[in-house]
């Protein structure tokens, strides 16, 4: 029901009237509320049905997201569903695919390199495609969200996804049928190792992946991050912020609440005094996380394999990173962690290190000058 009238003696009239009111919209109201009104019935319908239930599509997906653990994780959920997925590294990469593909729902981070989400949309609306486009974003003010409308996205999803949200979305814009879940026979109990700040029995259920899948990302995490204050005191403000909202993400995603709801404090607090207490604080809970993780994790999967490639391979492999971050290609984590193994015979830990820090902050022309550097470095060391 729609009315301008209180709605208390608007209940009280129907109730003494016999009259059922389901919902009840007040105008004047916002295109928001008449939509939460609308689908939050559907909503409530899904989560009833939903211990015994799922709900099925079918179509292709386009994931248009930089960092490959929240590749993982979102795709995960949007192939549980039924989906086709295809990923994209960052909005270039997004251009060229809708370009070449038919998709029914395009998922876009907002936050990448080399061309973000909001340009990405534009331009994708400039071709005339109307594909509905799913902004995600750890960032949930309204005025993100009119930002993202204005790039001709149809919906918000604050990361870490909420399922419910996304099954909205996916009822509203997609053909959905809701089937029977298949239980697992799992007649095995799991003794999960104990990870400070992580439930893994949770993360691994709510994945739906292989255990050892969730102990590499878990591993390369930890590796990520070993060194994040090294990363953020040399960082400026604008990296500053950049990897604060990028450990948010992937944090949020791996269900790893106290890094995630402290890095939210520290993007929320805007008193200098305060600040640098909470980023302290930040910096120890994940000096705890990370130390766990390599405690409790490393010894459940394979170790990585020791150096192998000759001088010259790797020199070619530093060349087509060179070639890479003068085009601004998007490069992949995985090059990195091969070359670092390969560069141990070579180069200090810490000149390796300061160069995974820069890799992080996508500075390309830091990196094109470590990248340089470097094949100097292997030139001038004795052969193996």
């Not at 009840?24 to 989560?47: A, G, M």
């Not at 799991?190 to 709510?206: A, F, S, T, V």
């Not at 459940?300 to 490639?309: D, G, N, P």
């Not at 971050?325 to 180069?347: G, P, R, T």
């Amino acid at each position: 029901m729609i009315t301008a009238h209180d709605k208390n003696r608007l209940f009280k009239e129907a109730k003494e009237k016999d009259v059922l009111v389901e919902k009840l919209l007040i105008k004047p109201y916002t295109p928001l509320q008449l939509f939460n009104v609308i689908f939050d019935k559907q909503l409530e319908q899904i989560s009833k049905i939903d211990l015994n239930s799922t709900i099925k599509t079918t179509g292709n997906a386009l994931l248009v997201e930089d960092n490959e653990t929240n590749q993982i994780v979102v795709s995960q959920h949007l192939i549980k569903y039924g989906l086709n997925v295809d990923i994209a590294n960052n909005g270039l990469e997004a251009l060229n695919l809708v370009q070449k593909n038919s998709y029914d729902i395009i998922f876009m981070d907002i936050q990448m390199p080399i061309m973000d989400g909001f340009e990405a949309s534009k331009k994708i609306r400039e071709l005339g495609i109307k594909t509905p486009i799913i902004a995600l974003s750890t960032a949930a003010m309204q005025k993100d969200k009119e930002l993202t409308k204005e790039a001709g996205m149809d919906e918000h999803i604050v990361k870490p996804m909420d399922t419910a949200i996304l099954e909205t979305i996916i009822f509203k814009y997609l053909k959905t049928e809701v089937v029977t879940k298949q239980i697992k026979q799992n007649l095995d109990t799991h003794d999960y190792p104990e990870i400070y700040g992580i439930d893994l029995e949770e993360l691994i259920d709510n994945l739906n992946l292989e255990e050892t899948i969730v102990y590499n990302m878990l591993l390369t995490y930890a590796k990520n991050y070993t060194n994040f204050k090294q990363i953020i005191d040399e960082a400026n403000l604008d990296d500053f912020e950049k990897n604060i909202h990028k450990l948010k993400g992937i944090s949020g995603n791996l269900k790893i609440y106290n890094i995630y709801r402290l890095c939210i404090e520290i993007e929320k607090n805007k008193d200098n005094e305060k600040k640098p207490n909470l980023i302290k604080f930040l910096i120890d809970e994940l000096e705890k996380v990370t130390n766990s993780i390599e405690e409790n994790l490393k010894s459940k999967v394979k170790s990585k394999k020791l150096s192998t490639k000759s001088k010259e391979d790797i020199i070619k492999i530093v060349d087509n990173l060179v070639v890479d971050v003068s085009e601004n290609n998007f490069i992949k984590s995985d090059i990195i962690d091969e070359l670092e193994i390969e560069l141990e015979e070579y180069i200090d830990k810490e000149y390796i290190q300061t160069m995974k820090n820069i890799f992080s902050t996508y500075d390309y022309e830091k990196l094109k000058d470590i990248f340089t550097d470097i094949k100097i470095k292997v030139l001038s060391h004795k052969n193996k």
